[in-house]
């Protein structure tokens, strides 16, 4: 019986050993992917055009929108509502 314990605390110690070394495998592999990963991504922005800081999407539309602040949605009068007053 004594012996049979040692054979299952052995089988642990190696199954403990195995892991621990895959482990260190991933963490390896880990690292190289996130290099090789960061150096495709400066290659990528660097072909690509600089970006503006404000994209067309934030310039306003004539499209009117709704107030909701106050809980009640009312019109809101669209730009091309105020150049018309101007």
């Known amino acids: 019986m004594l012996w049979e314990a ?15 070394l895959q482990e260190t495998a991933r963490i390896d592999q880990t690292w190289q992917k996130r290099e090789a990963r960061a150096a495709y ?7 690509r055009p600089v970006k503006s ?4 999407s934030r ?13 009640n949605p009312t019109a ?10 101007a």
């Open 6 to 20: 040692y054979a299952g605390l052995m089988k642990l110690r190696l199954q403990a050993e195995k892991i621990r």
């Open 59 to 71: 310039k306003a539309t004539d499209a009117p929108s709704t107030n909701t602040f106050d809980g």
């Open 41 to 47: 991504m400066r290659e990528y922005r660097a072909s």
């Open 76 to 85: 809101v009068e669209s730009t091309s509502d105020v150049k018309e007053l």
């Open 53 to 56: 800081q404000f994209d067309d």
